[in-house]
């Protein structure tokens, strides 16, 4: 695939292959980047090939934000159908060439997405902002401390950029606790720079997370006013430290020399308490 990206603007109906394609900064990129400009650098590197989660992941959205297409290209693998018998290989290889291997869904996964699609729609919180969905699918490309920056927005519901994550727990403590690991902050405030940056009108990230399994439980969360401030403030930092390493083209990794590692505060009282125990015992 030729990769060409495409001056500033909001790019509809751009096919998932293309939107990887382009060379330009995404939040996952950013992210790497915190971790080290080496691991951005290993990033860029990576073939395109979705895991088995991703791919479940983008069957739900798909479920949730274009129910006709979910309908229209993905079917669920015949119970009983053996790929290592020839009759089997066959029909499978027609489900391939029909709806593409990776929406082919086993029926378990399968009825789990319908549940989850059927929770979202059924909550009268998000449903209201379904029913407000100008677009989905969105691609952005713009210019950030000279480098070019990228996002794909899974949808826009009046002036709210909406993103779907499913999750093992959508509680505010599990998914709190995951919403920071994965740098879920990091992911709203570089959307929302590109959408200031392109005048697209939305002023607020809401994600809602769902839970994987029945009941399908699901709650609406977003960045507070000053978390966000800090966030759009590290993007702005990441994004002129990206650039300086991509214009002198070095990548490093982690600080070189020996570091020294002092002991936690936890670890600290956790034996000062052990100490005190055996004097008492």
Known sequence: MTNITPAEGVYHNIPAPVYFSWDAASSSKLKAFARSPLHC???????DE?????????????????????LKDYVVKPEG???NTKAGKLEYDALVAEHGENNIL???DYQHILG????????EDTKSLLDKVLSTEVSL????????????LDAISGNRIIDLKTTQSASIHSFGTSFFKYGYELQAAHYLSGAKRLRLGVSEFVFIAIEKKPPYALALYKLSPAS????MGQVQQLTREYARCKRENVWPGYPKGIQELTLPDWKSNFNNLEEQENEQA
Not at 41 to 47: C, F, G, H, I, V
Not at 141 to 152: H, P, S, T
């Open 228 to 231: 966000l401030e800090v966030a």
């Open 81 to 83: 159908l053996k790929r």
């Open 116 to 123: 989850m699609q059927k929770a979202i729609r059924e909550d």
């Open 141 to 152: 490309l713009w210019k950030q401390n000279d480098i070019d920056c990228k996002a794909r």
């Open 106 to 108: 086993s029926f378990d």
């Open 50 to 70: 979705a895991t088995d989660a991703q791919q479940f992941g983008t069957a739900v959205h798909t479920a949730v934000f274009e129910p006709d297409r979910f």
């Open 41 to 47: 650098k290993a990033l860029s590197y990576k073939a």
